[in-house]
């Protein structure tokens, strides 16, 4: 699993956000934990693989959105409870 999170351009308000997350959610199939924040100017994402970066930056783009850099790091569960 990866968690991807993008440095991006453009959003000002929670409406933002969630055009964000749902161009995220339509180029990724598969992609959880969805989250943007328009304060930090960044979104992050888990999937299963690595996705095609190109194409979400073109999408997201295509909205009027600007992916400014995009960092991919291995993502591990993480355990809660007694032995966690």
Known sequence: MYQI????EGMACSMCEAHINEVIRKTIPGAKKVKSSHSKGE?????EERPDMQQL???????????LSVQAAPYEKKL???FG
């Open 80 to 82: 809660f409870g007694l």
């Open 43 to 47: 979104s992050s994402f888990v999937a």
């Open 5 to 8: 999170t993008m440095k991006i």
């Open 57 to 67: 930056k073109e999408a997201i783009r295509e909205t009027g959105y600007t992916v």
